[in-house]
């Protein structure tokens, strides 16, 4: 019985190894050509609680490599809170801001 359960353990043990392995390769860098430059433009519009969670994850595909590009927020009408946000990425030097 005990034999059966760390055989079990170990069977999805492998599979979870390789379903992570299979999100990597998806997971494949953008290639850009010589004179290729890649801008990924965020617009904003009313409140976006969540501006710093999305832009944190585009600085997560661009330092790992997977997505090499500018970041961009156009202000599309954007609330005063949702716009601080921006304003406070921007001072980081994170992304431009775009009125």
């Known amino acids: 019985m ?17 379903l992570w392995l ?8 953008v290639r ?10 965020l617009t904003v519009s009313g409140a976006a609680p969540e501006l710093e969670n999305t832009v944190e994850a585009l600085l997560w ?6 997505l ?8 599309a009408g954007m609330d005063s809170d949702t716009r601080q946000a921006a304003e ?3 001072r980081r030097g994170v992304v431009k801001l775009i009125v």
């Open 88 to 90: 406070l990425l921007e």
């Open 32 to 41: 850009l050509g010589i004179n290729e430059h890649l801008s990924v433009v």
């Open 22 to 29: 299979l999100r990597g390769v998806m997971l494949t860098p």
């Open 68 to 75: 090499r590009a500018q970041l961009f927020v156009r202000d």
């Open 61 to 66: 595909l661009n330092h790992n490599g997977t």
């Open 2 to 18: 005990l034999l059966r359960i760390l055989f079990a353990f170990a069977a999805a043990a492998v599979l979870m190894l390789l």
